[in-house]
């Protein structure tokens, strides 16, 4: 059956998918009129003058004249389907469900009306939506159309390799179509597929250059495929049109920390942070920054607000253990550490910086038992035989210490630093002191 796009009625039903719904064909011009007949004749009034009424989106006279033609003729399944139309126009949506369902009841094969029930179930139950708009698919398997509304409501049923599999056969019906570009493109972006997703954004863009929705999916699928440089342009483009998307300036600012551009992406976080307060993933990105300034106190307040967001964020606590550590505020980084590691027993690097903040706060035998329980994991870096050493050395047990100042500078390849200067003297003084002792 064809069908076209009755005009007029409001589209605020169906705007998560920009579609209006299916319009039977018209009805009175394949109904024969029998003049002669008064009953026939007032039947072909009421439907007459139920088209003009919705010409002239009068919806709620349309109503009554397509209430009094099936109260005298029940099982008219095209009148059903038009009555349940108005409804959808007068958002009278249970009561435009229920007229589609007895059109269907009435003639099973009416493809429209199995298209009109599937957009109307669309917005609040996709999963609902999916059967009829299934049947429309099989009694319209030429046109694009139905299948990319089945894969709508796969899709936001998280369905989503089903609904990908109906946006190409949709796309192979129509290659034009820019919705289904769009759609599919995000579908295949979303289901960690970016190099496929890339030319669709990309058609999409060939059919409509201005589509904002297209520079950001092509923007990201780059970003997702580490094509930074041209991925940060498509994003600029859609802020351009959309400059309060605090979300996507975030996106931006990491891709830009990625090219090596940090003052452009710092820029980009603070444009974002004027549409309200921080996201603890942009305070993270904010410090990482810095981080790579050097600039570790001044990281320490985005990370605390982080840790105030999401206290349980092991990452969030170590990035902060850290920046407190490099900025000698050692007590504090201790206590930041330790509950990182109670939050990730596992993350070494934490087991790291705690061993050398607990040095510093002169808690020797704390340092030496994180260095004790990194050691069980992995081979100790020669820096942290060097910790080892000084911990045995300032706790006055000087065999253990010459042995870890002997494994550091077995292992340290650089000999002009000052680890390997303080290592070297050490080792030499407490040599002799143990020799001494032996006399």
Known sequence: ?????????????????????????????SRTRVHHD???????????DAQTAVQQKDYESAVKDYQQFL????????????????????????????????AISLDPKMAAAYLNLG????????????????????????????????ATAL?????????????????????????????????LLRNKRPAEAEPEFRAALALQPDSDEAHLGLGQCL???????????ELQTYLNSHPADAKIRIERAAALVDLGNLDEAMAELDRAATQGPESANALELRARILFTKKQFATAVPPLQQAVARQPQNANFRALLGHALLQAKNYPQAVSQLLVANHLDPTANDVLADLALAEYNTQNYAASLQALDLLSQRVSLPPESWFLRGACYDKLGQPEQALDAYQRFLRLNTNENSDMYFEASSRARALTRELKDKKR
């Open 1 to 29: 059956m064809n069908f076209t796009v009755r005009a007029g009625l409001p589209i605020a039903l169906f705007v998560a998918t920009g579609l209006l719904p299916a319009r039977a064909q018209n009805t009175s011009a």
């Open 38 to 48: 008064a009953a026939a004749a007032e039947l072909n009034r009421l439907l007459d």
């Open 71 to 102: 109260a005298k003729q029940p099982d008219d399944a095209t009148v059903h389907f038009d009555l349940g139309y108005v409804y959808t126009a007068l958002n009278r949506t249970d009561d435009a469900k229920s007229e589609y369902e007895k």
């Open 119 to 150: 957009l109307t179930l669309l917005p609040d139950r996709p999963a609902d939506a999916v059967g009829p708009l299934q049947h429309a698919a099989d009694l319209m398997p030429d046109q694009a159309r139905p299948k990319f509304l089945l």
């Open 155 to 187: 899709d936001r049923s998280g369905k989503l390799d089903d609904a990908i599999v109906q946006y190409q056969a949709a796309e192979k019906i129509d290659a034009k179509d820019f919705d289904v570009h769009l759609a599919l493109g995000s579908a």
């Open 223 to 233: 970003i997702a495929q580490k094509k930074d440089q041209p991925g940060t342009v």
